[in-house]
């Protein structure tokens, strides 16, 4: 009887014992970066490009951070790696630069590339087509078109090798054509048009390419997009509830996180009270 009693004993304590183990070695796992997945974001350092970058830190991704404000990289790098143990690595270089774009991403190239978010993006100014500013269109077409281009050949060995995923981010924009949008409309028209290109070109590579396309997301879109007058900005979202640059980053992760056969090639995201471009119900304050 205390025979039993004592083999009991043993044989609990080292099912115990080996269950700790489990946890201890899943727990290490967890913490060593070379274990982790990358992911590559454009645009990082504000917006929904560094919500990105806190949500899948957060999940222990590594993360490459690519953008134009060297010290705002740096101050994300510093914030993700302190709060969430994860490699971070900065590139600081303009989307609209194809010869910096490429120097860049060969820097980087010993990295494996599971992940690449094209967020990178701008709209300027809200004028008629015959008042617009020309200056203001090349830069949009160069951010939102070429350096999405750019960006993603560039990658694009990396992506091959680890069967990885393109994310566009477009917009609503992108879906319907409004006043005074002329030149941002047809920029995120050409990435709609770009997604499903790419989506058809790579899927012989096992790469999946989908699209995001945002209603109003109140970030710093606005005060770009309004030369920095902030009173314009903040009017753009009064009398309802935009959605935040994390509702787009929750997003992402989500569709990045699915079983390798399933794709989500297009999303339209809007807020409740918004049900296109230009029609949003607001309620008065």
Request: a positive charge; proline letters at 2%; glycine letters at 6%.
């Amino acid at each position: 009887m205390i025979y039993e009693v004592l083999r009991k004993w043993t044989n609990d304590r080292a099912h115990t014992t080996n269950n700790r183990q489990k946890i201890t070695n899943t727990t290490n796992n967890n913490q060593l970066p070379s274990m982790n997945k990358t992911v590559f974001i454009t645009g990082a350092t504000a917006g929904i490009g560094k919500a990105c970058a806190e949500k899948f830190a957060s999940n222990n991704f590594n993360i490459i951070v690519t953008g134009r404000r060297e010290g705002l990289l740096a101050s994300v790098k510093k914030e993700l790696e302190y709060r969430y143990n994860v490699e971070v690595t900065t590139l600081c270089s303009d989307v609209q630069n194809r010869g910096a774009v490429f120097a860049a991403v060969k820097s980087i190239q010993e990295k494996n590339i599971d992940i690449l978010i094209n967020n990178a993006g701008l709209a300027l100014g809200r004028d008629p087509f015959d008042e617009a500013n020309i200056d203001d269109w090349d830069t949009m077409m160069q951010t939102n078109v070429n350096g999405l281009l750019y960006v993603s050949r560039a990658l694009l060995p990396q992506l091959k090798k680890s069967k990885g995923q393109i994310v566009n981010i477009g917009s609503i924009a992108g879906k319907e054509v409004y006043e005074n949008g002329n030149a941002y409309c047809a920029s995120k028209f050409a990435v709609d048009a770009l997604s499903k290109a790419m989506r058809i070109d790579l899927v012989k590579h096992g790469i999946k390419v989908s699209s995001i396309n945002p209603g109003a997301v109140e970030t710093e879109f606005s005060i770009v997009r309004f030369k920095g007058d902030e009173q314009k900005a903040k009017a753009a979202y009064i009398g309802y509830t935009p959605l935040k640059a994390s509702d787009i980053a929750d997003t992402i992760f989500y569709i990045c996180t699915l079983p390798t056969h399933v794709c989500v090639n297009d999303l339209t995201i809007m807020c409740t009270q918004q049900a296109s471009a230009t029609i949003f119900h607001k309620v008065s304050i």
